[in-house]
């Protein structure tokens, strides 16, 4: 091997007798050409060349800009499909995902560009088709926000990677998603209503909905382990998710797990529920898709008995999740402060919490109401 001052060049004595080179990079670890070559003047002219990099301090290692030169090589499609590949996500999430690389840029002109190329021009022109095929279903106008904050996050990480000088995604209010509708918000009485027209099984879980505005994922995932002996408290330990009709057991939104206190009205009927019609051993299920079973309630099943029950309750419009929203508002009118209603409800940030303490806010006659209530029948 001949010895220089910056790195070392060598010939292979058996097979081909190519040379090959070495040196111990800036950071302190051994890197070798990425080829071999003919003549031991390549292989040192190689050497020079990556001395000269460290000297103008533009010096990468040779595999990350070798993978960066391949990258630049990618398409926009090439490019997102290798993201979603690449991340470590939910079941849900990376179906969703997957849909909106296969629907949305798979097949666009944007996705067939080289992904270091990409202007804002170019993502204007996309945007604009998409919206153009906006679907006739009403969230199809949050649908593409989702889609397009997407795409948002893949350039950015396109930026990290230095393939872009910036993020050609820088379309106004695109990734914002505007409410299409009223969330319909019950009122207690109605609450109890729809707990009395489901299937006695279940007639717990419109309660737990709204009085600790748990999500339905939640809801579906509760098991006797989750339950306090007397009923006081519920810890969210995990939610179950269905992609492609498939349930999915997995972690809480935002991984995290959160504990809460129970109304006491409710508390007997959850340690009655518990006795009676959970499932058998400590991770027994609280709604089963079978007495005593140990599958989670199917999506299916559960929107049958659901708008069985509405329907005979007179609020054919309401979703489960406006149960959840119900128990929000509630918790804002007995004055529960922001961060007390950030870890009721289990958000990342404040917010939510906000709109519900606007929503109680709004709601100050009702609560007048409730008072007076209260007074008489001191």
């Given at each position: 091997m001949a010895k220089r001052r910056f790195g070392n060049v060598r010939q292979l004595k058996h097979g081909s007798g190519r040379w090959q080179a070495r040196y111990?990079?800036?950071?302190?670890?051994?890197?070798?050409?990425?080829?071999?070559?003919?003549?031991?003047?390549?292989?040192?002219?190689?050497?020079?060349?990556?001395?000269?990099?460290?000297?103008?301090?533009?010096?990468?290692?040779?595999?990350?800009?070798?993978?960066?030169?391949?990258?630049?090589?990618?398409s926009v499609a090439e490019y997102s499909a290798r993201w979603i590949e690449q991340r470590s996500l939910k079941p849900s999430t990376r179906s969703q995902y997957s849909s909106y690389h296969r629907n949305h840029i798979a097949d666009s002109r944007l996705g067939a560009m080289l992904v270091g190329t990409v202007e804002l021009a170019d993502v204007r022109g996309w945007y604009a088709e998409l919206q153009a095929n906006l679907p006739s279903m009403s969230d199809g106008t949050t649908r593409n926000a989702r889609v397009y904050a997407y795409l948002r996050t893949v350039l950015a990480s396109a930026v990290d990677d230095k393939l872009l000088?910036?993020?050609?995604?820088?379309?106004?209010?695109?990734?914002?998603?505007?409410?299409?509708?009223?969330?319909?918000?019950?009122?207690?009485?109605?609450?109890?209503?729809?707990?009395?027209?489901?299937?006695?099984?279940?007639?717990?879980?419109?309660?737990?909905?709204?009085?600790?505005?748990?999500?339905?994922?939640?809801l579906l995932g509760l098991r006797r382990c989750d339950i306090a002996s007397d009923g006081s408290t519920i810890t969210v330990r995990q939610a179950v998710t269905f992609v492609d009709r498939e349930a999915v057991v997995g972690s809480p939104k935002n991984?995290?797990?959160?504990?809460?206190?129970?109304?006491?009205?409710?508390?007997?009927?959850?340690?009655?529920?518990?006795?009676?019609?959970?499932?058998?051993?400590?991770?027994?299920l609280l709604f089963a898709r079978r007495p005593g079973g140990s599958d989670v309630l199917t999506d299916g099943q559960l929107r049958h008995y659901w708008e069985s029950a509405r329907k005979a309750v007179g609020v054919e419009h309401l979703r489960i999740h406006g149960l959840r929203h119900a128990g929000s508002v509630w918790a804002a009118s007995a004055g529960a402060t922001v961060p007390e209603l950030q870890q009721r409800l289990g958000h990342e940030s404040s917010a939510a919490a906000l709109r519900y303490m606007h929503a109680a806010n709004g709601a100050d006659a009702a609560i007048a109401d409730r008072l007076s209530a209260i007074a008489e029948g001191l």
């Open positions: 111990l990079g800036p950071d302190m670890r051994e890197h070798r050409g990425p080829r071999t070559w003919k003549s031991e003047d390549d292989a040192i002219g190689w050497l020079r060349s990556e001395e000269r990099l460290i000297e103008l301090d533009m010096w990468r290692a040779p595999e990350e800009r070798e993978g960066a030169e391949q990258a630049r090589a990618m000088v910036e993020n050609p995604c820088r379309i106004r209010g695109a990734g914002a998603t505007k409410r299409q509708r009223a969330i319909d918000v019950p009122t207690p009485a109605e609450v109890t209503r729809l707990s009395a027209a489901m299937p006695e099984r279940l007639a717990l879980l419109p309660l737990i909905a709204a009085w600790c505005a748990l999500r339905r994922g939640e991984d995290r797990q959160r504990t809460v206190t129970v109304p006491p009205h409710i508390r007997e009927l959850i340690t009655e529920h518990v006795r009676v019609h959970a499932s058998p051993g400590r991770q027994g």
